[in-house]
């Protein structure tokens, strides 16, 4: 799961980027407030590859998911954007576990064909 999730904040990272530049051009947003917070969710996307696997990383996820949707009343393109990577998202947080469930299977028939293998021996 990590894998997948990880991989989908580091493309939340670029956008979220992205869509800084495009906020800067709105005459009623100064450049300091555009890049605090694209820079807070920008921080959060990188940091929360790192703790996705611990208690709440999911969840936290899932708010960045909803700021980024919510961006969209900002830079409206990024409702799309915000909706395609809440869809990655899910799909990396429930194709994951599954991945890492077949892992832990496939660990566990290793493990007992290894014991298997070593007592006939």
Do not use: Y
């Not at 900002?74 to 915000?82: A, E, I, K, L, S």
């Not at 799909?91 to 293998?117: P, Y």
């Amino acid at each position: 799961m990590r894998t997948l999730c990880a991989s989908t904040l580091i493309g939340e990272f670029f956008v979220i980027g992205f869509a800084g530049l495009v906020a800067m051009k709105d005459p009623d947003l100064s450049m300091s407030t555009v890049w605090t917070v694209c820079g807070v969710a920008m921080l959060l996307s990188v940091l929360l590859c790192g703790v996705i696997t611990r208690p709440g990383g999911v969840q936290l996820g899932w708010a960045l998911q909803i700021a980024l949707i919510a961006s969209g009343f900002v830079v409206p393109v990024m409702f799309f954007m915000g909706a395609v990577f809440a869809a990655l998202w899910w799909a990396s947080v429930h194709f994951g576990r599954q991945i890492d469930l077949a892992k832990a299977r496939f660990a566990a028939m290793a493990e007992e064909q290894a014991e298997a293998g070593g007592n006939t021996a």
